[in-house]
């Protein structure tokens, strides 16, 4: 079996696992860096092993219009490309289509859009999604899909999750890269009844793991937990489940107790390049005035080579003279910062005491938010 | 002495020397690389190290400016700031405040200007220039002068020159730090009799090195080696001699066929962000379409971190997409191609082949230029 659960908490429904990829197992629960375009913004794959990364997201929508699958196939596919021989997941593309191209037709086969960047012309749909993820070589491919947005009528989520099930289907009959493995996404926005129906579907027509989509877009926290607890019981306990585009501490942490196992986010890089700092006790403005003599590390006790190097003196200084180096340092400390999280949790996990981990980073982070 | 010449070349005036820092010996001829603001923009110390740079150079202007000297104070000097525990070389501000800033009233004691970032008025002189140089702690500090514009005329040179003289006397008198390495700077245009007293006069002030300022500002190649020329009889064997600004391969090499030692250049760092690599057969422009689909590194044999790992076409993908990678990669790699360039024209003095080196070098690296 491609995922394995070596321990299930008893207090919450955490679980510690293990998913095996052609590219290297992955220690759950686990975040994911996001690599839009071939590159997890300002780190190179040499930075990505010091930070403890274990999985580079690509973005399917962006590689498409960018540098193209031909650019991707002469190179061998995206591992050679950008030089990282970790296990890479690629999402289908459908989440930017809906939010960032300009629609142009949305037919049964598959969405006709105008590219964000030069007005460029393409299609998308389940089949041709596969067949960009089978050139990407991605080890964890997602099927196509529509993202609902927040908040989102009963009847217009009742049609997406109907046409979600049937890409789904059509994503899965494609074919795939060697070794790939295949995730389904949930989807049904806050009705919890779609979201069950949803997840039971996908589980009928069988995958290698499970996304739940459509949260982190916009709804109140308690709404994305309402969202989680009406999907996660339905999907199987042996297949790992992932909530997409969540990258907040707290919030993860959150979802983790109930049972989810893998995250993403372009927070930790995005928030980098506008000098926030994410450490354990909350975010940190390195940019204020007030770090502006402050010979201290970003982060107290942290190993990232921006902190066992630097002062927030001089990071500060760097922002404020909008130097590369700044955006990059906080970068390498922010991925750090996160991936040292979930080795945290992880750890607390193994040991028994998640809960009470849970409990008291929830208070330390919540600034995160 | 600081300063010891290894080997004299026969066939030029060329020398292999060693000169003495309080952080180090630096092999000459050498190149140095300019961090303007307290980094080699997009590289971190580690880079400079990997990339064999041997001196950092500092730009006391734009550290007045930003973070000021309290900042840097504060740290404890411009090493332990930026990190970068090799010799620092910091320029007097003299060229910026005559080429950026705004001025408002020249004095014999020095510039009044406006910052060219919001405006804010400083005073820069020698007394000035020397006392920041001190707090930055450079293991080499440039005295204040005035930078000539090409062309200049006659009048206007001879009093500039005798005001860079006055500057250049009361910068040695001022206090400087620990072990810091004072230079002078040879002035007079495009006028030889004037380059000639300069040089003299400097001589008779006494510095530890000296510099031949006012060149590569615009004038024919042709003027450059004619300046230099009219300089480098008059100075000192046993002082190392600095041309300030230049970083074109095929000119270093024929200035140190004229008997220079020391050169520094934003060239490698700013090409690299619109996307050139400097190669050992010319500038190849890596954004070019020409590369898309190319698996060959920037350059063929480099040992450059971004050589060694990716190709034409993934760097010219990250440049046509504006990611920070992109222009970090690149500059790697021509930081690294100018110091292996210093290197090779090293060893070709050692064996005693330099002038053959050099004609060919000139050939190969015409469109450097």
Redesign the interface.
Known sequence: MHFQVLKEDTATKARLGLLRTPHGAVETPVFMDVGT???V??????DLAETGAQVVLGNTYHLLL??GP??IA??GGLHR???WDGPILTDSGGFQVFSLAKMRKLTEEGCRFSSHIDGHEFFLGPKESMAMQRVLGSDIAMVFDECLPYPCDRPRAEKSVAQTLRWARASKDQPHADGQLVFGIVQGGVYADLRRMCAEELVKIGFDGYAIGGVSVGEPEEEMYRAVDASVPFLPKDSPRYVMGLGVMHQMAECVARGVDMFDCVIPTRIARHGTAITRKGNVAIKAAKW??D?GPVEEGCDC?CCR???R??VR??L??N???G???LTIHNVCALNRFMKEMRAAIADGTFFEWKEQARKDTKSNA
């Open positions: 375009l071939g590159t913004k300002a780190l190179e794959p040499r960018r540098p031909d650019v002469a190179a490309f950008m030089r502006i003599f010979q080579y190097n630097f002062s003196s001089y200084h760097l404020a003279c130097e590369i180096l955006l990059r340092l």
